[in-house]
């Protein structure tokens, strides 16, 4: 017979080799708990985190009638019904309303409130994530992760279960490390329940991106490190750990603990092998940091005081009571490479042809006539016919290049101005030359799609994946639907976000 202790040794066992998939399935979480570190929070937009969970796993609210629907797994412990998110948001745009807590806990994630920075929506909250921005596959099988643009934050200030002051707790989330940047501060983990900074140690947050503010690890990132608050650290040293390295697979698994004067970093490639210790040691050893004051919110995408300047993209993630051990996080770290995430197309609708020139031609009625043009730098729309001058139709034709920040979307070069892209800056469409940045490649890439109005094409961008190429008193902008800009109005805007794409003119 068992003895107790054996008997917990034997679950172990079983689950342990479940992540290789020998015996009973386990989820992230039930390999959490067989090594009595239980999730406390279990987040996931693409599947299920425990073997048994038949829940709702996300809500999506369209914009049609602002109606909600929640999107939870195909089969107990299986990967998100995005299909049925597909058939809701059909003809319309749909924004993630709540990325729901699996543990039981109800530590729902919702759009953070405003907090020592205020969000970009009219009451100071943050903007939702497009539900289309981060199509995926597991085991081929269709889903959607989290695509979060600056501007974009969740939070829950009332969460349950998380650790509090110096207690233990690991945490680890899986992103996508193509889709980072330098600002403050792409985070998932623990925070202040008040959304304002309230000193040294009041967080404990997984970081991702290539900030250097604070901290930084090898090369020019982006890195794993831990938003402890007022620092992002790559180890013990505020400034620099050479043992962090930068780490960019196309999906990353991110990992931070930390318990009484002992904390960690680790990471690792999602979708194949097996996990690195970056950081294993004490506490800094600036003032604040050692005991921790961890209050226990939970964020996601912001900074703690609500710094909302990042972006990335997150899939699934927990936290948990208790300090997981390495051999806990190797075993998740084994189940997570065998939901086997992999790409999905981007685009849907009219192919485009990287080369070819296309011209975009109005859908809103009485604006039949006219297509995107340029006047100088500015982007509208002009009247266009067979009939108009070469100079025009040249204005009015874009050659098509392979997405400039990512090869699954499309940049537009001006025929008539080589070299010069449509981008965006400030939500309006603007032609710039390509200056070889980062920031101006994203801006310029852009993710067709079937119409909203069910028929022809939208042209979504692809850092700001609610927005949409439209045309507002005949100039153009990225436009979310409802949103707060003026030319973000509701009326119409399926229509003027609709456009026929033909041959160029020139
Ligand atoms: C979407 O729009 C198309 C074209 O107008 C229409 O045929 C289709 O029924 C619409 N789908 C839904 C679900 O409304």
């Known amino acids: ?10 679950c172990v066992l079983v689950l342990g080799l479940a992540a290789t998939g020998t015996l009973v399935e386990a989820g992230p979480c039930d390999i959490y708990a067989s090594g009595n570190t ?23 609210k369209r914009g049609s009638d602002g109606t909600t629907t929640d999107i939870s797994p195909l089969s107990a412990g299986g990967v998100a019904n995005a299909a049925a998110q597909d058939k809701f948001c059909s003809n319309t745009t749909c924004l993630i309303t709540i990325i729901y807590d699996q ?4 530590n729902h994630l919702k759009q953070a409130p405003p907090g020592g920075f205020k969000g970009p929506e009219s009451n100071g909250y943050d903007n939702l994530a497009s539900a289309i921005g981060a199509p995926v596959t597991l085991n081929g099988k269709k889903a959607y992760g989290v695509f979060m643009s600056p501007g974009t934050g969740y939070s829950n200030n009332a969460a349950s279960g998380t ?5 233990a707790e690991g945490m680890y989330a899986v992103l996508d490390g193509t889709h980072y940047n330098g600002a403050c501060c792409f985070d998932y983990g623990n925070a202040e329940i008040s959304s304002t900074d309230t000193g040294n140690g009041h967080m404990e947050a997984i970081y991702y991106g290539d900030n250097t503010a604070w901290g930084s690890g090898a090369g020019s990132g982006p890195w794993i490190m831990a938003d402890l608050e007022n620092g992002l650290f790559s180890g013990s040293s505020p400034a620099n750990n050479a043992g962090d390295p930068s780490i ?3 999906f990353v698994n991110a990992i931070v603990k930390g318990g009484p004067n002992k ?8 979708a194949s092998g097996s996990l690195s210790t970056y950081y294993n040691g004490a506490r800094p050893s600036v003032s604040g940091y050692n005991p921790m004051s961890k209050e226990g919110a939970i964020i996601l995408g912001i900074g703690g005081d609500n710094s909302n300047g990042a972006q990335g993209t997150f899939y699934e993630g927990v936290m948990t009571s208790g300090y997981p051990t390495d051999a806990t996080e190797n075993s998740v770290q084994a189940n997570i490479v065998a939901a086997k995430y992999a790409t999905a197309p981007l685009t849907s609708g009219t192919a485009l042809t990287v080369g070819s020139s296309i011209s975009l031609r109005a859908t809103t009625s009485g604006y039949t006539t006219r297509y995107i043009a340029h006047t100088g730098a500015t982007i509208n729309t002009q009247v266009v016919s067979s009939s108009s001058t070469t100079a025009l139709k040249k204005q009015a034709s874009w050659t098509v290049r392979a997405g400039l920040a990512n090869n699954n979307c499309f940049s537009f070069e001006s025929v008539d101005t080589p070299g010069s892209f449509i981008r965006h800056a400030d939500f309006a469409l603007v032609l710039a030359a390509n200056d070889g940045t980062k920031l101006l490649h994203e801006d310029a890439t852009f993710c067709p799609q079937t119409g909203l109005n069910g028929e022809t094409s939208s042209v979504r961008s692809w850092s700001y994946p609610t927005r949409y190429f439209r045309h507002y008193e005949n100039v153009l902008y990225i436009a979310s639907n409802g949103g707060v800009h003026t030319f973000d109005s509701a009326t119409s805007f399926n229509s003027d976000a609709s456009w026929v794409i033909s041959n160029g003119f020139a």
Do not use: K
């Open 38 to 60: 239980p999730c406390i929070a279990a987040h996931s937009t693409t599947r299920a985190l425990y073997n048994a969970y038949t829940g709702a796993l996300y809500q999506v």
């Open 103 to 106: 543990s039981g806990r109800g």
């Open 248 to 250: 960019s697979h196309r």
């Open 263 to 270: 904390w960690a970093i680790r990471g690792g490639n999602a």
């Open 163 to 167: 650790a509090t002051g110096d207690e």
């Open 1 to 10: 017979m068992f003895s107790r202790r054996s008997f917990e040794r034997f």
